[in-house]
């Protein structure tokens, strides 16, 4: 199994749709949790971070943590065509290079 | 700023064939990290540095070699290429807290 799972998609929704992203983690150390998105072609690109539970919002963005069922989300809402992209989740292990454990990624596509 | 700079950004190399991928990051970070991701897959970690003279391995380590003699520079070197290093690498650097940040990638192909 792995430590952090994601659906790949594509996820196609229309433009306006509130979007859930989701990543599932096993590892019970994850304490932290990142959210990064990547263009086609680019680097990823560090969105949102949060510690723990509970909810983190950030303009249309929110990251949530629920640490009982190791289940963590990312909410968009007024979903954009430019939001089109994979988004990544991530946490860092408890090592000493702080090396980030990554899903495979979920592909969001927001058509007009 | 420029954050994390990678060059080059596309590179072709026949068999056998060694090369270096360049990573530079102006952010004074002592984090150092080399991914490669293949089509369709997460990231899978490399090398990685806590500092100036300091390397370790990560995940698939193997057929690559890194260095670290500046806070700045941390290149990959790739020896004797093999078509299963055809992959797009991504270079990311960190202060002490947990988040990366990812330079633009260079795309190899090995034929």
């Known amino acids: 199994q792995k430590e952090v799972e994601q659906d790949p998609g594509p996820l196609s929704v229309p433009e306006g749709a509130i979007v859930s992203l989701n990543c599932t983690y096993s590892?019970?150390?994850?304490?932290?949790f990142m959210w990064y998105r990547q263009y086609s072609r680019k680097g990823p690109e560090l969105l949102m971070y949060?510690?723990?539970?509970g909810n983190k919002e950030d303009g249309r963005f929110t990251a949530q943590v629920d640490k009982s069922s190791k289940y963590i989300s990312l909410f968009i809402r007024d979903s954009q065509p430019s939001d089109s992209a994979t988004y990544l989740c991530?946490?860092?292990?408890?090592?000493?290079?702080?090396?980030?454990?990554f899903g495979g990624g979920t592909r969001l596509m927001v058509k007009p | 700023n420029a954050g994390v700079t990678q060059t080059p950004k596309f590179r072709i190399l026949k068999i056998g064939q060694s090369m270096t991928l360049q990573c530079t990051q102006d952010?004074?970070?002592?984090?150092m990290y080399w991914y490669r991701q293949d089509p369709g897959m997460g990231l899978k970690l490399i090398y990685y540095s806590v500092g100036a003279g300091i390397t370790d391995k990560g995940e698939v380590p193997n057929g690559y070699n890194v260095s670290r003699s500046t806070t700045e520079d941390f290149p990959l070197r790739l020896e004797l290429a093999a078509p299963s290093q055809t992959s797009v690498y991504f270079c990311a650097s960190k202060a002490l807290s947990y988040e990366q940040y990812f330079g633009p990638g260079t795309r190899l192909t090995v034929t």
């Open positions: 590892n019970s150390a994850f304490q932290y």
């Open positions: 991530a946490s860092p292990g408890n090592n000493a290079g702080n090396m980030l454990t």
């Open positions: 949060t510690y723990s539970s």
């Open positions: 952010m004074n970070h002592n984090y």
